[in-house]
């Protein structure tokens, strides 16, 4: 459409903002978008390339994948990870959920205030960072809760890290690390109710264990998904814990007790790239297909 001419006989000038409407938006999504492509379609293609060819490049199907799966460590590694996820996205849920809600109740006083700060407190240790605090936490010999360790029968470091705790030691290591951010977003979540629903619902005789079973968790329903969703793919992704836990008990929790680690130790021991990359895609596609069930399951994407 011409633009109509103004008095003084020259057409109006559009703005950056009419012929662009949406380029703030637009600009904030490109870095993210360059890094994604950078360091993620492009490394997933790289490794999907590598999966599906031997050492020379030529195509050889799906023997990368059978030399993962036949290897000794590949059925052990599946049992501990999933052991883990178990231990680990169960623990989140119940916990993170009701800490949140409970942090929601106690929103009226500074205590809330606080306890939100120390929650969070832990994620802003990285996760080799976390880990060795908690190789020091977990030494009876020199660790502030020694005495607890030594009251339930353990009074070395190999005593506490035996291969049968070691999933419960790791999902404490990744709550103490994670669940303070997602209590935050619950939290986060949880206020953006409406004060008239939960008035209501008091109105009509609903107490503290009604409201927050029948009204806020479901409203939080597409939250706990999102954050099981995220939760399963890092747990999957299990690596830094057992792999320090194994330099520093000299190998009594394995070099090779989780998926990752059998990456690493293909790629980098066996120098066997090509089947370092088919447990990857592996673990990248078992993660796509939670997440689908998941989505699909829940309605995530849903209109409310």
């Known amino acids: 459409m011409t633009a109509q001419p103004t008095e003084a ?13 949406g380029r703030a938006g637009h600009g904030f999504v490109a870095a993210y978008t360059v890094l994604l492509i950078a360091f993620g379609v492009i490394p997933t293609g790289y490794a999907i390339y590598f999966a599906f ?9 799906l023997s990368n994948f059978s030399t993962a799966v036949d290897d000794f460590r590949f059925t052990p ?3 501990h990870v999933a052991l883990y996820l178990v231990w680990w996205l169960v623990s989140l849920v119940v916990f993170v959920v009701g800490l949140a809600l409970l942090l929601h109740r106690l929103a009226l006083s500074g205590v809330s205030r606080a306890l939100r700060f120390l929650y969070y407190v832990p994620g802003a240790l990285a996760g080799a960072a976390s880990v060795m605090v908690w190789l020091f936490v977990l030494d009876p010999t020199v660790s502030p809760v020694g005495f607890l360790l030594r009251a339930f029968g353990y009074d070395t470091f190999g005593e506490v ?5 070691l999933p419960i030691l790791f999902t404490l290591i990744a709550f103490w690390t994670g669940a303070g951010g997602w209590i935050v977003v619950m939290y986060g ?8 629903v939960l008035e ?3 109105i009509d005789g609903a107490g503290a264990w009604q409201t927050a079973w029948r009204i806020q968790i479901p409203l939080l329903r597409k939250w706990i998904v999102y954050m099981v969703i995220l939760a399963f793919a890092g747990g999957t992704q299990l690596f ?5 836990l194994s330099q520093a008990s000299v190998g009594v929790a394995g070099r090779d007790y989780s ?3 059998l990456a690493y130790d293909f790629a980098f021991q066996n120098n066997d790239v090509n089947t370092a990359a088919a447990v990857s895609v592996e673990l990248l596609v078992v993660g796509l297909v939670v997440a689908g069930v998941f989505v699909a399951r829940s309605g995530f994407f849903d209109a409310d």
Request: glycine letters at 12%.
């Open 77 to 79: 590694a599946v049992e």
């Open 240 to 244: 830094v814990e057992p792999q320090l």
């Open 9 to 21: 006989g020259r057409a109006p000038v559009r703005s950056a903002r009419t012929l662009w409407p």
């Open 53 to 61: 060819t031997d050492g020379g490049g030529t195509f050889s199907g």
């Open 161 to 165: 890290i035996a291969p049968g705790h």
């Open 200 to 202: 209501a619902a008091r």
């Open 259 to 261: 998926l990752n680690q």
């Open 189 to 196: 979540a949880l206020n953006n109710i409406s004060q008239d």
